[in-house]
T-cell receptor
Framework: AQSVTQLGSHVSVSEGALVLLRCNYS??????LFWYVQYPNQGLQLLLK??????LVKGINGFEAEFKKSETSFHLTKPSAHMSDAAEYFC?????????FGKGTRLSVIA | DGGITQSPKYLFRKEGQNVTLSCEQN?????MYWYRQDPGQGLRLIYY???????QKGDIAEGYSVSREKKESFPLTVTSAQKNPTAFYLC????????????????FGQGTRLTVV
């Protein structure tokens, strides 16, 4: 079965610190992977996606993610957190079905 | 501007009542989806449609119904059979043609928050 696991339902970082949100997947087919961000009471916005090719993917707002097949991971990082990064983040997987989402990680940024 | 419009933003339902959530897109996308979001559970797929007049059940279709009479529209009806309908509902679309192309991201509407009163 295809699945996505996000480690940590809540992550808290200081402003200016590194952001690391973890995502692991399980799949029998080559994965296409996505990170979305959601602000309160809003829809989801695409941050970045991995399809094929370069394993380090750069997205909007300074975020990037690295696809590591050997670790079945697609962790999201940002070198320096900003207050505006506080939101919920979802990792998603596309196999041979519609997008499958992880349960989300809520990011808090402390001033 | 192209996008996905969900209405209403807030909806209140009485026990035993059916309600319909609207989703319209002007992105010319073939595929449309309905997800349900509950705190701590991520997004769960209710129904999806790849082409007009065709749709498939997702993981939690019980108590819901959909129609796809037009490419632009994919309304979701929450029936009285859905015992716990209070949730945030998200509609999405993607440009997938007649099959689900795996590298195509989904675009989301702003959601409808449904509350049972």
């Amino acid at each position: 079965a295809q699945s996505v696991t996000q480690l940590g339902s809540h992550v808290s970082v200081s402003e200016g610190a590194l952001v690391l949100l973890r995502c692991n997947y399980s799949s029998s087919v080559p994965p296409y992977l996505f990170w979305y961000v959601q602000y309160p009471n809003q829809g989801l916005q695409l941050l970045l996606k991995y399809t094929t090719g370069a394993t380090l993917v750069k997205g909007i707002n300074g975020f990037e993610a690295e696809f590591k097949k050997s670790e079945t991971s697609f962790h999201l990082t940002k070198p320096s957190a900003h207050m505006s990064d506080a939101a919920e983040y979802f990792c998603a997987f596309s196999g041979n079905t519609p997008l499958v989402f992880g349960k989300g990680t809520r990011l808090s940024v402390i001033a | 501007d192209g996008g996905i419009t969900q209405s209403p933003k807030y909806l209140f339902r009485k026990e035993g009542q059916n309600v319909t959530l609207s989703c319209e897109q002007n992105l010319n996308h073939d595929a449309m989806y309905w997800y349900r979001q509950d705190p701590g559970q991520g997004l769960r797929l209710i129904y999806y449609s790849q082409i007009v007049n065709d749709f498939q059940k997702g993981d939690i279709a019980e108590g819901y119904s959909v129609s796809r009479e037009k490419k632009e529209s994919f309304p979701l009806t929450v029936t009285s059979a859905q015992k716990n309908p209070t949730a945030f509902y998200l509609c999405a679309s993607s440009n997938t043609g007649n099959s689900i192309v795996r590298n195509t991201e989904a675009f989301f509407g702003q959601g409808t928050r449904l509350t049972v009163v």
